[in-house]
């Protein structure tokens, strides 16, 4: 995948695949904590602004298969998503979340694995919380964009 931007204004900020061994554990270490359950099916891609690596993300594709570790319910699963701590709380985040789902993952719904303290930030992003089951040790969320469901229901 090439590097894209979040739109025609914005040339600081891109997404592109990386490889997961290449993101620094000090500014990463939730993500790189939890690469030791990656498989081979979880794209993981880096944030970049200005040419910094400012965010992380792994993916598990909606085609995931069962036989290589992780199941899919019939949409993406953003697996972990990671802003370096230094950087949070300046709205860069939110810019990374929206470059993820309208740029990297192009689907309605997706599924999250987080605490339910996250969902808020999600739906800041443009998602409506759908479902949420806390019975295991990450939640999963599912989530459909706002402005899809907006769309169905005219």
Not at 46 to 54: A, I, P, Q, T
Not at 67 to 86: L, M, N, W
């Amino acid at each position: 995948m090439s590097e894209e931007n979040t739109d025609k204004n914005d040339k600081n900020l891109s997404v592109s695949i990386i490889d997961v061994d290449s993101v620094p554990a000090e500014l990463f270490p939730f993500f790189t904590s939890y690469k030791i359950y990656f498989d081979s099916q979880i794209n993981c891609y880096g944030f970049y602004y200005k040419n910094e690596l400012v965010a992380v993300a792994a993916v598990i594709p909606e085609d995931a298969d069962i036989t290589e570790g992780f199941i899919s319910v019939g949409c993406p699963i953003i697996y972990v998503f990671e802003v370096r701590a230094d950087l949070r709380g300046k709205g860069l985040g939110k810019k990374c979340a929206q470059l993820l789902i309208n740029k990297v993952i192009k689907d309605d719904t997706i599924q999250l694995c987080c605490t339910p303290f996250i969902a808020p930030f999600w739906e800041k992003v443009g998602f409506e919380l759908r479902f949420i089951d806390q019975s295991l040790y990450m939640h999963k969320m599912v989530l459909k964009k706002k402005n899809k469901q907006k769309k169905e229901e005219q």
